[in-house]
């Protein structure tokens, strides 16, 4: 047997260069590129690997691409981040790797690990260890657990992991590598995978067969659905006579979009969709009737309230969307299912069909005979609400005076009316995710990028980058609060070493603008939540903090342009997107207080209220809350 000796972390480097997907006939390299941050737990191990394989660019850059391309991050958790943007863009067919040292560098991995897995995109982590052989015990930042020698802080990572192992022998990396390849590439159980490398054996040399670095191809098929289970789906759809399809982001995932607009041009059963799957259809199309649930249009939210049947198509069914399961409200509704996942296709007790997204919608479109279209009384009544949904969304976008500070939703609509299909709108949380849900018009199917799954702040940076690398050449905006930007900024630093022109929006609102709305709902009474002085009674309510997050961008590398009023916020923003460098806008916008200026929430979401309590505002926020409460029911 012909063999290789190389360490265990060259070996892993030359393994995962040679590592391939396909489906539909078109081949993508699995792992792309490997993020990296070198401490004593990786430096000599990984990071001389990627040394040996040859730095170069990744994706979209100008020099020979070597084996495995390195990127050198700022945080660790903004890797990962960045990492999810990539193969979320990429449609989870192409992935990125991150590597960090042992301890603190380790455990910052866990959140982006959370959202990877939550939303269900594949990364590959590859954090540092301590040694396998313990001869030091213990070494610089290893955790002592009296009760337990075979952990690590490491483990933090398991329950947020689709796979981990601990590689503590030089034979054991190639079935944990295999097994990691696997989780990463099957659509039904893809998300974070950990291999954990004890510093040690990653110098490790080893004799490795030369079949280990072959190049294999991993099929990412598409599960075609039980026949029967498309007759019967088919059979609830004609009885029904107010359907409504509600699509998550497995439809982008699976790349449904063309058999979805088949299957609502030959139906006309109108589509809303959730924070991922928004886009799936583009805005103008008639079918289309925007987000759903507590972030959702009217005119979802109507159609949801009054429906027989509700076809989810590749959603989780969150509360969000749901509205905490008080938003479907005819006692007949029943559901019907379409996922790749037998664990979310049972929701909400539907009839299930478990297969891929766009193989289930071509068979389910094939199965349905003449007359299945809905009532044209009912198309009627969808278009003329959508109508009025887009005069309230003209209405918020509208500046009247051009020469006044804008408010929240006037942004949107300044980038709104700048906008291609070409360019591509991030963001994850605070207030902008409300607003971007009800107002955005998705104009190509993969313009709105919302992570709403983890709604993790400091998201948006790293991810723009990732997305860039994965769509070179289109323009990519990072929509960041005051809030978010102060959680993760860094990467803007990686934006400009790599030259990678992502567009950052900054809004300054001087504080938690998103969670001080939903504080006074609930009766928190905003506290807490703004960015200003401790006035002499101790609470947060006296001038606001002399911060400059446009100076801080700027020391950052970013080329950053401020904008004072409407006007200059539209000159602003076309200046960014013809930038060939990273660059920024920044604009103060109304205060928290008035910050959105979007249409109200058209559903509930639960949050708790105190039940006792002796301010007028909780006693009065807990009345509110059992009301909506009442409403709340279960599918079974």
């Not at 007759?231 to 509600?246: C, G, M």
């Not at 299957?263 to 799957?277: E, R």
Request: proline share 7%.
């Amino acid at each position: 047997m012909k063999t290789r000796r190389l360490t265990v972390a060259q070996a892993l480097v030359a393994f995962l260069a040679h590592q391939y997907t396909e489906r539909d006939g078109r081949r993508h390299r699995l792992i792309d590129a490997t993020w990296g941050i070198f401490g004593h737990g990786n430096v000599a191990g990984l990071g001389q690997a990627l040394l040996e394989a040859g730095p170069a660019a990744p994706s979209g850059g100008t020099s020979p691409r070597p084996p495995m391309p390195y990127i050198q991050g700022r945080n660790e958790q903004a890797m990962v981040h960045a990492a999810v943007g990539y193969a979320r863009q990429s449609r989870r067919l192409s992935a990125q790797a991150v590597t960090t040292s042992i301890g603190p560098g380790a455990t910052n991995l866990v959140t982006g690990a959370a959202l990877a897995t939550i939303n269900r995109l594949p990364v590959l982590l590859l954090p540092g260890d301590v040694f396998a052989t313990r001869p030091a015990d213990p070494v610089l930042q290893q955790l002592e657990v009296p009760y337990a020698g075979d952990v690590s802080v490491n483990d933090a990572l398991r329950p947020v992991s689709r796979y981990f192992d601990r590689v503590t022998r030089p034979e054991a990396l190639i079935p944990a590598a295999l097994q990691a390849m696997r989780t990463l590439t099957d659509p039904a159980d893809t998300g974070a995978v950990t291999l954990a490398l004890p510093q040690d054996v990653q110098a490790e040399a080893y004799d490795w067969p030369e079949e280990f670095f072959a190049g294999r191809v991993w099929q990412v098929r598409r599960p075609r659905p039980d026949l029967d289970a498309v007759a019967e789906a088919a059979r609830a759809l004609a009885s029904s006579r107010r359907p409504l399809v509600v699509v998550g982001g497995g439809v982008h995932h699976s790349e449904a979009e063309d058999a979805l607009r088949a299957f609502a041009d030959a139906t006309g059963v109108p589509v809303a969709s959730t924070q991922a799957g928004k886009g799936s259809l583009p805005y103008d199309h008639p079918c289309d009737v925007g987000g759903i649930g507590h972030t959702g249009t009217a005119t979802a939210d109507e159609l949801a309230r009054t429906a027989d049947l509700v076809i989810g198509i590749g959603t989780r069914w969150s509360d969000f969307t749901t509205a905490s399961f008080t938003l479907f409200q005819n006692p007949a509704v029943r559901f019907l299912n379409i996922n790749i996942t037998s664990f979310d296709a049972h929701k909400m007790s539907g009839l299930s069909v478990v297969a891929d997204a766009r193989a289930a919608l071509e068979e389910l479109t094939a199965a349905l005979g003449r007359g299945s279209r809905v009532e044209p009384a009912y198309e009627t009544e969808y278009a003329d609400d959508k109508e009025r949904w887009e005069h309230r969304v003209d209405a918020a976008y509208e500046a009247e005076d051009p020469d006044i500070r804008p408010t929240q939703p006037q942004v949107l609509g300044a980038l709104d009316s700048l906008v291609t299909e070409d360019d591509i709108v991030i963001n994850a949380a605070g207030s902008l995710p409300g607003d971007l849900h009800k107002l955005w018009r998705a104009r190509s199917a993969d313009q709105y990028h919302v992570e709403y799954g983890y709604s993790c702040m400091g998201y948006e940076i790293p991810a723009a980058i990732g997305v860039s690398m994965a769509a070179p050449g289109r323009p990519v905006w990072a929509l960041v609060g005051d809030g978010t930007y102060l959680m993760n900024p860094t990467e803007i630093v990686t934006a400009v070493q790599e030259n990678i022109p992502i567009k950052v929006v900054i809004l300054q609102n001087h504080g938690y603008a998103s969670i001080g709305g939903l504080s006074e709902s609930v009766g928190g009474e905003r506290f807490g939540t703004a960015y200003r002085h401790r006035s002499p009674d101790g609470t947060f309510t006296g001038p606001p903090l002399p911060v400059d997050l446009a100076a801080n961008a700027a020391s950052l590398g970013l080329r950053v342009i401020r904008a004072k009023t409407v006007r200059d916020l539209r000159e602003a923003l076309a200046e960014a997107r013809e930038a060939n460098v990273p660059t920024g806008v920044y604009v103060e916008t109304e205060t928290a207080d008035t910050v959105s200026g979007a249409p109200p929430a058209q559903a509930w979401w639960d949050v708790p209220v105190a039940e006792t309590a002796t301010r007028p505002s909780a006693v009065k926020a807990r009345e509110e809350y059992d009301r909506q409460a009442a409403a709340r029911r279960r599918h079974l």
